[in-house]
């Protein structure tokens, strides 16, 4: 069974970039019609899907957050990669990675971690 | 892409059966087959409980299932358990390859 989890800094200062990893175990990354997603959550309130990548590496990105958005894989270790820049103490939230397909954003989660922008 | 609305809190006594609504527009709800919902457990990930509308991943109770009429979709819960406690999330596909969550709706089991 597919597992993910993400890793990163817990603490970033305001106009600085996130940058987040999501490791994928059970499977190779680039098998199967698969789409890699970011999706995160603020304390309290709803998840927000943030944007996805194909195994081709074609991307798909929330057109709230487009402009400061960047995801990219790494098929060689098995990862898929967020970086989120220019932020402020709006985008701190839990982020998670998850796997979908054409159906659905995410079939499978990763359990998620904690980023903070504070100076 | 404005978030899908969906009912704050909804409440029911074991064995009852809920419904959660999710409303979205013509944009997204309305044009695709394509929602699904997520169980939410305090400090946990979600956990897919429905997807293209009405399918249930495997391992997940029948006693879940999902619906839509017009630019609204529904998650159904039947004989309420009390590990049914949570928060659900429905998303839904919005077209030019983006995705909506709505805003989530705690579940109390009384």
């Known amino acids: 069974q597919v597992q993910l989890q993400e890793s990163g800094p817990g603490l970033v200062k305001p106009s600085q970039t996130l940058s987040l990893t999501c490791t994928v175990s059970g499977g190779s990354i680039s098998s199967g019609s698969y789409y890699w997603s970011w999706i995160r959550q603020p304390a309290g309130k709803g998840l927000e899907w943030i944007g996805r990548?194909?195994?081709?590496?074609?991307?798909n990105y929330n057109p709230s957050l487009k402009s400061r958005v960047t995801i990219s894989v790494d098929t060689s270790k098995n990862q898929f990669s967020l970086k989120l820049s220019s932020v402020t103490a709006a985008d701190t939230a839990v982020y998670y990675c998850?796997?979908?397909?054409?159906?659905?954003?995410?079939?499978?989660w990763g359990q998620g971690t904690l980023v903070t922008v504070s100076s | 892409q404005s978030a899908l609305t969906q009912p704050a809190s909804v409440s029911g006594s074991p064995g009852q059966s809920i419904t959660i609504s999710c409303t979205g527009t013509s944009s997204d709800v309305g044009s695709y087959n394509l929602v699904s919902w997520y169980q939410q457990h305090p400090g946990k990930a979600p956990k897919l409980m429905i997807y293209?509308?009405?399918k249930r991943p495997s391992g997940v109770s029948n006693r879940f299932s999902g619906s839509k009429s017009g630019n609204t979709a529904s998650l159904t819960i039947s004989g309420l358990q009390a590990e049914d406690e949570a928060d659900y999330y429905c998303c839904s596909y919005a077209g030019s390859s983006v995705w909506v969550f709505g805003g989530g709706t705690k579940l109390t089991v009384l």
């Open positions: 293209e509308g009405s």
């Open positions: 998850a796997r979908g397909d054409g159906g659905t954003p995410g079939n499978y």
């Open positions: 990548i194909y195994t081709s590496g074609s991307t």
